[in-house]
C-alpha cells in the first residue's frame, strides 16, 4: 500500500515556483539629479559607410531601477501575496489528502481486497486532482506574472525612448547580473533619473 501512495511527495508546497523577471538586489545609493545627465553622456566616434559619426551611448542599472520603482515593488508585493494564499491553500489541501491517507491506512485491515482497492483507486484519483489544481493555480501565477512583467517593461521603454530623444542618445544599454555590461563609468548611468521618471508618471497616474 505504501507504494501506492508513495507519489504524496509531489504535492509539496515546493511545487510552486515563481519566476521573477527582474530580481531586487537591493538599492543602491541615489544621486540628486533634477536633469538628464546629458552632458556626461559616453560619445565614440564610429565610421560607418566611410564616414565618421559620434554614437552617443548611456546604460541603466537594472537592480537599482526595480528596487527604486514604486509601481514595481507594489506589483511584486500583490504577486507575492497571491503566492503565499496559495502556498497556504496548498497546505490545507495536502493535509486533508494525508489525513485520508492516514485513515485509510488503519481501516485496510478490516477491508476486503475489493473494497481496498476501490478506496485506493479513489484516494489515487484525489491525489491525482490535486496535482492537477496545484499545476493549474501556479499557472495562472506565471501568466499573471509575465503579464505584470510585460506592463514594467512598457513603462520603461516609454521613459527610457522619451529620455534618449531629449538626451540625443543612440544606444541605451542594460548594466545587470546577466553582465551585458561588465563595468560602466557612473557618468554614464542614468539609472537615478530613468526612476525619477517612473515615479513621477505612476504618481501622476494613480492621482488621475
Known sequence: MDNVFKAISIVALGGVILLFA???????????????????????????????IGLRVAYVRMDSLVANYEHHKELK?????????????????????????????KEAKNLSPREL???????????????????????????????LNAIIKKDLDEVVDQLAKEAGLDLVLTYDAAGTILYGKADFDITDEVVKRLNQRYTSGKQK
Not at 527582474?22 to 566611410?50: C, F, H, Y
Not at 508585493?77 to 485509510?104: G, P
Not at 482497492?117 to 501556479?138: H, S
Open 22 to 52: 527582474l530580481q531586487n538586489r537591493g538599492p543602491r545609493s541615489q544621486e540628486a539629479a533634477d536633469e538628464p545627465k546629458t552632458a556626461a553622456i559616453l560619445q565614440k566616434d564610429v565610421q560607418m559607410n566611410g564616414e565618421i
Open 77 to 105: 508585493k500583490q504577486l507575492e501575496q497571491k503566492y503565499k494564499s496559495l502556498e497556504a491553500d496548498m497546505a490545507r489541501r495536502t493535509k486533508i489528502f494525508e489525513e485520508n491517507y492516514r485513515e485509510l491506512e
Open 117 to 147: 482497492q476501490a478506496a485506493e483507486a479513489d484516494l489515487m484519483n484525489k491525489q491525482q486532482e490535486l496535482i492537477r489544481y496545484r499545476d493549474a493555480r501556479a499557472q495562472e501565477l506565471l501568466a499573471e506574472e509575465a503579464k
